[in-house]
């Protein structure tokens, strides 16, 4: 690849840690019934590689400016709270599944899309350093972004959407990576001083949506118990995953 | 002041903060339950804040033995609350309580407290101003577990001076644990990234098998998800400035 011209570089290898988001669809091709239990559980794995990721966000941005961080997080409540109300007031359909699910799903990747773009910041600034780190920047990126498209994925799945659509969406969310690691990395000064809000905000909107639409609905039909040891154990993986590769 | 001093007088104070959660029985039986709701999460964003403190901290430099320590924290907290038959069973009722139930509630009182005097020492260890800072973040949380403890305790009889007084003798075993994880974890080379790591699993384990689910079943999920990630991110913030 480095026979391109830098510019399409930073595209491509954007590009390529989008389309491993799609890889996480991959453990539900063995999930072969899907009960109001398994919606619990995939809820609360969803949750806490979620909050495993708001985390190593939230120490990211804490070393770029922890105000600034801080300030992001509470827009990207915000974002949240304002994105859930609209999505909740106009009759929506996702795929062939309407009402208070769609609405759900829509939001989750939304979020999830919302936080790829903060990433996509991160990719661009990061290459801007020089293109030497390239491949080692984009796997680790790309490994990052299995997870998020599991959980994704873990929502979207037991309400029905196909094998194949839970890809699809996953890979969408991740899409403004490539699409902002460009710009970033062509204006790295303007965009680095945005950095910190931008993770932040991913963290923020996250974080609340995990307690807003997350975890209620595990705690509606599974086991407490059950739920608390699956979304603490799934968070020490994520931050221990983010924090060795 | 002598630093060990510091943090028996603080864990001390946090453990002093229980019996505000009795005084609205002076007045009323009982508080109202959205408000033990809010009282809950307002305890779960800073016991979360004071998780990802811990955390931050320990996965510096030693990722893996934080992890496996927040693993051990986790498993810790999940079999006490099986070993006692707690680990389903809502710890806020008000109504229809019976002895056991409030041996249970002291019991898992000092759960917390071993968690939480845990987290107060290594915090202590790390800078004085930090370990302050999570005490009081955790006292927080001992007021709405008085105000339940303390409805129980008066459902038996008991005087209000005499409740409060109990409330802060559940607590007792934070200051134990905080004055002695102040003096023996630095003691031992290499133990301080798995003590936080173990703290910080149990203190988030908490969160969510306790303080999150039976907050969402007094008061809406909106209001207890604003409440819980802006306790959090003060926390957050805070923590930052205290170095």
């Known amino acids: 690849m480095s026979s391109f011209p830098p510019l399409l570089q930073v595209f491509l290898y954007g590009l390529l ?14 999930a072969r019934t899907i009960s109001p239990r398994t919606l619990a559980y995939t809820s609360a794995l969803a949750s806490g590689l979620m909050l495993g990721a708001s985390f190593g966000l939230l120490s990211e941005g804490a070393d770029l400016g922890r105000l600034a961080t801080l300030v992001g997080a509470n827009l990207g409540v915000l974002f949240v709270l304002a994105a859930g109300r609209l999505l909740g007031d106009h009759e929506l359909q996702f795929g062939a599944i309407r009402g208070e699910d769609a609405r759900k799903m829509a939001l989750i990747v939304l979020v999830m899309t919302v936080h790829s773009v903060a990433e996509g910041v991160a990719i661009g600034t990061a290459f801007a350093g020089g293109t030497s780190l390239a491949v080692v920047i984009t796997a ?3 490994v990052h972004n299995i997870p998020e498209g599991l959980a994704i994925s873990a929502v979207l799945r037991p309400r029905g959407v196909s094998l194949a659509a839970c890809a699809g969406w996953s890979i969408l969310s991740s899409l403004p990576q490539p ?61 221990l995953f983010q924090q060795t590769l | 002041m002598e630093p060990i001093l510091v943090v028996l ?24 339950s959205a408000w033990i709701g809010w009282a ?9 804040g004071t998780a990802y403190l811990l955390a931050e901290i320990a996965l510096i430099g030693h990722p893996v033995r934080a992890a496996v320590g927040g693993l051990l924290g986790i498993g810790y907290a999940y079999l006490s609350h099986l070993a006692s038959g707690v680990e389903d069973v809502d710890l806020n009722r008000l109504e229809d309580v019976d002895p056991l139930y409030g041996y249970r509630i002291l019991f898992v009182g000092g759960l917390h407290g071993a968690m939480e005097g845990l987290a107060i020492g290594l915090a202590m260890l790390e800078s ?21 403890l303390g409805s129980v305790l008066r459902s038996a009889g008991l005087g209000v001076s005499r409740t409060a007084g109990l409330a802060v003798a559940a607590n007792v075993g934070q200051v134990l644990f905080a ?11 290499g133990l301080l990234p798995w003590a936080l790591g173990f703290a910080a699993g149990g203190l988030s384990y908490l969160v969510l098998s306790e303080l999150l689910p039976q907050a969402y079943e007094r008061a809406g999920p909106v209001s207890i998800g604003l409440v819980t990630s802006v306790a959090t991110g003060f926390v957050v913030l805070l923590g930052g400035l205290a170095g």
């Open chain 2, 179 to 189: 004055v002695v994880a102040f003096a023996v974890v630095p003691a031992i080379p």
């Open chain 1, 17 to 30: 840690t989008a389309l491993a988001t799609g890889l996480g669809a991959v453990p539900f091709a063995f």
């Open chain 1, 140 to 142: 680790a990126i790309a």
């Open chain 2, 40 to 48: 809950n999460s307002l305890a779960a964003g800073f016991m979360l």
């Open chain 2, 128 to 148: 004085l101003p930090f370990g302050i800072l999570v005490a009081l973040a955790l006292a927080v949380h001992n007021i709405p577990e008085a105000a339940i």
């Open chain 2, 9 to 32: 007088a603080f864990a001390t104070l946090s453990a002093f903060m229980a019996p505000i959660g009795v005084l609205p029985l002076r007045t009323r039986q009982a508080v109202p």
């Open chain 1, 179 to 239: 699409l902002l690691a460009v710009p970033s990395y062509l204006f790295v000064e303007s965009f680095q001083s945005l950095l910190p809000y931008g993770i932040g905000f991913a963290a923020g909107a996250m974080v609340f949506m995990v307690l807003v639409e997350l975890l209620p609905d595990a705690f509606e039909t599974g086991r407490r118990s059950v739920i608390a040891l699956l979304v603490s154990i799934a968070m020490v993986a994520m931050v």
